[in-house]
């Protein structure tokens, strides 16, 4: 496969493992000099791993210094990975929780694109992906706060989307199904959930991969994909559809 992002510079937020590790590796592999950034170390370890091109940086999205500092100033690519689930019901969920869930969601990913803006602007264009679910999309039981902040994910990328078409700037978002990673099995372990259960009720009979996540956010990243812009790509095996 030819190398996509040669000379492009790629800034994931929530690296450190999952979709957010799975983008980075991939885009490393694409010929992107890379930032990763995760509030845990680990994001250091994958950049190391990785090589030159790559590195890393301690950050948390809510807040807006941390962000302003993180954010290179030369940035062609954002992937907005970063996130926090929730398991409860809406009178279930504490207010601090739901404040919690929008702050790293919404507001993260609002911050991340404040300042990754100006910069893609000022060289003439970039591609946004930020990373939404199938929840923004269908009610999902015992999820309230979480549906609530992907939802506003959604409606963000859309309108990013048309106040920056004319700086050459694509933002789109990925709503992911059910996808087999470190965070889905906490959320599973705290809801007291199981895996099997999860695979019984996905039409395709199995949970989607962090890999391929990590290809549609690359399409969408990619001069492929330059006529796509404020579109939510559903990705979840026909969890929506059935």
Known sequence: MAERFTAKHAFVTGSGSGIGEAVARALYAE??????????DSASAIAAELGARATAVRLDVRDEDQVRAAMPEL??????????????????????????????????????????????????????????????LVGLKSRAAYCASKGAVVALTRALAVDHVADGIRVNAVCPGTVDSPWVRRLVDDA??????????????????????ADSILYLACEQAAFVTGTALVIDGGMTAA
């Open 31 to 40: 010929g992107a000099t890379l930032t990763l950034a995760d509030l845990s």
């Open 75 to 136: 940035v062609d690519v954002l992937v907005n990975v970063a996130g926090v689930g929730s398991t409860t019901s809406a009178p279930e969920t504490p207010l601090d929780v739901w404040e919690q869930v929008f702050a790293v969601n919404c507001r993260g990913t609002f911050l991340t694109c404040k300042h990754a803006i100006p910069a893609m602007a000022a060289r003439g264009g970039g591609a946004i992906v930020n990373v939404a679910s199938v929840g923004a």
């Open 192 to 213: 007291g959930e199981s895996l099997e259960a999860l695979r019984a009720r996905q039409p395709m009979g199995r949970l989607g991969t962090t890999a391929e996540i």
